[in-house]
């Protein structure tokens, strides 16, 4: 009596442990296929770099900001902000640690002269050199040496994932760069060439909108925003 009782029993246990198989078949199925249709819809890296580097030869002003990370006694630049011009002239504002303080010293670039407003005392005329020992403005929109050229020499590239940075819609790519030429706009910031780097890319219009590189010490941070914005560069010196 018992064992006539005990087969339905089993039977019924027999479908459920396959009806619960089946059902987690079809759950492994489905995130297997979404998670390949979101990485299917992901472009290309090397497609994006050089998308990228041909968007950037055409831009004209931006306003950017570098900010740089990690403890370097012989990095005394903390940040600067303003805006560029694809001719390399420049505005904004520079943080430099000076001692136990950090200044904040506004600048004007023209030409070859670099005009500094110190906390204290009137204008300074100097050298631009004094600048580029730190970031090359003038190069920096060159659409032959400048960004163009550093995102056409990245290699490795890969599409991560698709972001939001400061409310534009971008494709996160890691990618590396060689020494040249981007050491040629930062040669006093200590970046490590041919290592991993990340760079912003916008979905629409390709243009640079941040990229994020390692250095000796720690990172270098920079970012770009109202690409074509009119742009008036006075001297105060």
């Known amino acids: 009596m018992t064992a006539l009782c005990s087969a339905p029993y ?3 246990m027999r ?3 396959s009806l619960v198989a089946l059902i987690m078949s079809a759950i492994v199925a489905l995130v297997t296929a979404c998670g390949a249709g979101q ?41 600067a902000e303003g805006q560029l011009k694809q001719d390399g002239s420049a505005q904004g504002t520079g943080r430099v640690d ?7 010293l506004p600048f004007v670039l023209i030409g070859d002269t670099l005009c500094l407003r110190p906390p204290t005392g009137p204008p300074q005329k100097l050298p631009a050199s004094m600048l580029k020992t730190y970031f090359d403005p003038g190069s920096i929109l060159n659409p032959d040496r400048g960004i163009a050229a550093v995102l056409a020499s990245g290699q490795e590239a ?3 994932a698709r972001e939001q940075v400061n409310g534009v819609d971008t494709y996160r790519v890691q990618t590396k760069f060689p020494a040249q030429p981007l050491g040629a706009l930062a040669p006093g910031l200590g970046i490590t060439p041919d290592q991993p780097s990340e760079v912003w890319i916008a979905a629409q219009g390709s243009r ?8 000796n010490y720690g990172t270098v941070a920079a970012q770009f925003s109202d690409y074509g914005a009119p742009v008036q560069i006075t001297s105060f010196c």
């Open 98 to 104: 000076e001692g136990r303080q950090t200044l904040e």
């Open 208 to 215: 640079l909108v941040k990229a994020q590189l390692p250095t």
């Open 15 to 17: 479908l459920a442990a």
């Open 10 to 12: 089993d039977g019924q």
């Open 39 to 79: 990485s299917a819809s992901l472009p290309q890296g090397a497609t994006l770099l050089t998308e990228s580097a041909q968007a950037m030869r055409g831009v004209t002003t931006t306003h950017f900001r570098f900010d740089v990370q990690g403890n370097a006694p012989s990095v005394q630049l903390r940040s």
């Open 158 to 160: 890969t599409t991560e």
